[in-house]
């Protein structure tokens, strides 16, 4: 075997499909043509004595000398990668491209004013954000589609690094005007006879205050549920309806306040993820501190 005629690009091709899984998706992604990237990897196969690839009804998966050489392999294409584009930049240390995700809330507070102050300090760098539910984000990392995002914590994977940013506690939102009539302790047995505003039980935050509603044994009184925060914040706006969701989606707000609501099941934690054996590059290195400073911030207001 002769390891010194190994193409570069083969090895980049190799790991789009151990990533992705998938022949046509990993040459869209590459634009390339399927039957070029097939070629691509019988040459690559050819080199080595094992199978990269074997069946598995009627996908392509990663053989267990596929996944070790993935392993070994991805880490050291980051380096080469990084090397070679501050190389082309005078060696400034913050270059190239950088994927971002987040879901809502997190997008809004933490990973756009992040991103601003990293395009503004790095003048080479560009950045790809993008809004996605905590499930969609998690297939994107582990795919190789992101480089990294902000999502709950309580998404506890193998797979991934967790770097925690902040705990907020979930809170009553709305004018000052709309929250007189409360105590001044805020519990969820507070809203037993109140008309609430939530987001719809396909987000993590909504199932937490249902489960605190039932450690606590009561009813929640639900006449609207909306799929974003930014819908919740626009309906706490009206005084129409008792809102409870996350403090810092309306921290820039200045017509709104929010009050902690006490409660084992209601908080969660903000954390940066990427995936295990991903280089780490000099952009995603400047991003976790930019978003360390952000949620710090945050943390103070």
């Known amino acids: 075997m002769n390891i010194h005629r190994i193409d570069y690009r083969l090895l980049r091709s190799f790991l789009v499909v151990a990533r992705i899984e998938n022949f046509v998706r990993a040459a869209e992604a590459l634009n390339i043509t399927q ?101 969609r984000l998690i297939a994107d990392l582990m795919q190789g589609d992101i480089d990294i995002a902000v999502l709950p914590e309580d998404y506890q994977l193998v797979e991934f690094y967790q770097q925690p940013l902040l705990t907020e506690q979930f809170a009553l939102i709305g004018k000052p005007q709309s929250m007189t009539n409360l105590p001044k302790k805020l519990s969820i047995t507070s809203f037993k006879n109140i008309e609430l505003a939530l987001l719809n039980r396909q987000f993590l935050m909504r199932q937490q205050i249902e489960m605190e509603a039932r450690r606590e044994n009561i009813q929640l009184h639900v006449r609207l549920e909306v799929s974003t925060m930014g819908d919740l914040l626009e309906v706490a706006r009206t005084g129409s309806l008792a809102v409870i969701g996350s403090p810092i989606a309306c921290g820039r707000d200045k017509d709104l306040v929010s009050r902690s609501i006490s409660g084992e099941f209601l908080k969660r934690t903000a954390a940066l993820c990427w995936r295990k054996g991903r280089f780490v590059t000099g952009a995603m290195k400047a991003f976790q501190e930019t978003a360390i400073e952000i949620s710090d911030e945050l943390k103070h207001n």
């Open 35 to 135: 039957s070029a990237l097939s070629q691509q990897m019988k040459e690559l196969a050819s080199h080595f004595n094992s199978a990269l690839f074997e069946r598995k009804g009627r996908r392509s998966v990663l053989s267990e000398f596929g996944r070790d050489l993935l392993i070994k392999l991805e880490p050291l294409m980051g380096q080469v990668d990084e090397a070679l584009l501050q190389s082309m930049h005078d060696d400034k240390q913050v270059v190239g491209a950088l994927r971002i995700g987040a879901t809502h809330t997190y997008s809004k507070a933490i990973t756009l004013p992040a991103s601003l102050r990293l395009l503004q300090a790095y003048p080479d760098l560009r950045i790809d954000l993008r809004e996605l539910s905590a499930e």
